[in-house]
């Protein structure tokens, strides 16, 4: 099992940043994919980023040159820098982790971005 607890969401107005963190813990060998969904209210959950382990990372159109994601591999953990966010950005965001085939979640965390 792999256990993900985010931080780092919050209330921000638009323009604004903020950079949420996740760290994996558990049975971590063979963690490749991490990335984060988000979900606002009343709609599908959605992918915003996903960094391979070989750092390679991929965006959701809508987030291109504002959210910017890293990890370190070596403390299994993810960020996501967010940038000139928007309120269509508002949402819950989910850290996620694949392994050997099985997908695991965070808990999820609130950014809300508003005036």
């Known amino acids: 099992q792999v256990q993900l607890v985010e931080s780092g969401g919050g209330l921000v107005q638009p323009g604004g940043s903020l950079r949420l963190s996740c760290a994996a813990s558990g049975n971590t060998f063979g963690i490749n994919v991490m990335g984060w969904y988000r979900q606002a209210p009343g709609k599908q959950r959605e992918l915003a980023a996903l960094?391979?382990?070989?750092?390679?990372?991929n965006y959701a159109d809508s987030v291109k040159g504002r959210f910017t994601i890293s990890r370190d591999n070596a403390k299994n953990t993810v960020s996501l820098q967010m940038n000139s966010l928007k309120p269509e950005d508002t949402a819950v965001y989910f850290c996620?982790?694949?392994?050997?085939?099985?997908?695991?979640w965070g808990q999820g965390t609130q950014v809300t971005v508003s005036s």
């Open positions: 996620y982790t694949g392994r050997f085939g099985s997908v695991y």
């Open positions: 960094i391979t382990s070989g750092g390679i990372a």
